[in-house]
């Protein structure tokens, strides 16, 4: 079983629609997850982090459920720059390491 | 606005030669990593440094590949000899020491490598 598991989608989203997904860690000792956007043939920028309490970030909120050990991202109003993967990304307290999923695919069509 | 730089950004070359990758990192940040992206595998990390000291290499082959940080500006990859599943996306990270929102990483734009 991988450490960080995603849905890979693709997820085709109509425009100004709201899409939501999920990704599951396997370590219940995690401490830090993250949503990290990646743009076709660029490289992961960081998208948010994910706190306790859940956080919002304009038309984008993060949830996190230690009990079921998943982080959800939903993303309202879909706009036609949404449009790439997202990665979860899960570390340990205890340093840097980050584990990445395999990454969700987001489609927004007209 | 401080960025993570990769050389070269393309690469192609025939099995059985070298393959050298350099990356400088955002000044000042002391963590610096070194991840593979390939279509089936993902994102994998290779290795990481802290403070030029090699910290985890877990993921990397280590009969071909070798990582080091010569200085706190430079970090190199070397894979010798290379071979056809090399083939993928190499990218370079630094990122500040620390926790929670510290862990942030910031990623060069990548070297793609094709092995013939």
Request: glycine share 8%; hydrophobic share 35%.
């Amino acid at each position: 079983r991988k450490e960080v598991e995603q849905d890979p989608g693709p997820f085709n989203v109509p425009e100004g629609a709201t899409v939501a997904f999920n990704c599951t860690y396997s370590n219940s000792a995690s401490q830090s997850f993250f949503w990290y956007r990646q743009d076709c043939r660029k490289e992961p920028k960081l998208l948010m982090s994910v706190y306790s309490s859940g956080n919002e970030d304009g038309r984008f909120t993060a949830q996190l459920n230690r009990a079921s050990q998943y982080i959800s991202l939903l993303i309202r109003d879909s706009k036609l720059s949404d449009s790439a993967t997202y990665l979860c990304v899960v570390t340990l307290a205890a340093g840097n390491k980050l584990t990445f999923g395999g990454g969700t695919r987001v489609l927004v069509k007209p | 606005d401080a960025r993570v730089t990769q050389t070269p950004r393309d690469k192609v070359t025939e099995m059985g030669q070298e393959v050298t990758m350099r990356c400088q990192p955002i000044l000042g940040h002391n963590t610096v990593f070194w991840y593979r992206q390939t279509m089936m595998q993902g994102l994998e990390l290779l290795a990481y440094f802290r403070n030029r000291a090699p910290l985890d290499d877990s993921g990397m082959p280590k009969d071909r590949f070798s990582a080091e940080m010569p200085d706190a500006t430079l970090a190199t990859l070397k894979i010798q000899p290379s071979e056809p599943r090399d083939s993928a996306v190499y990218f370079c990270a630094s990122g500040p020491t620390g926790t929670g929102i510290y862990n942030e990483q910031f990623f060069g734009p990548g070297t793609r490598l094709t092995v013939l």
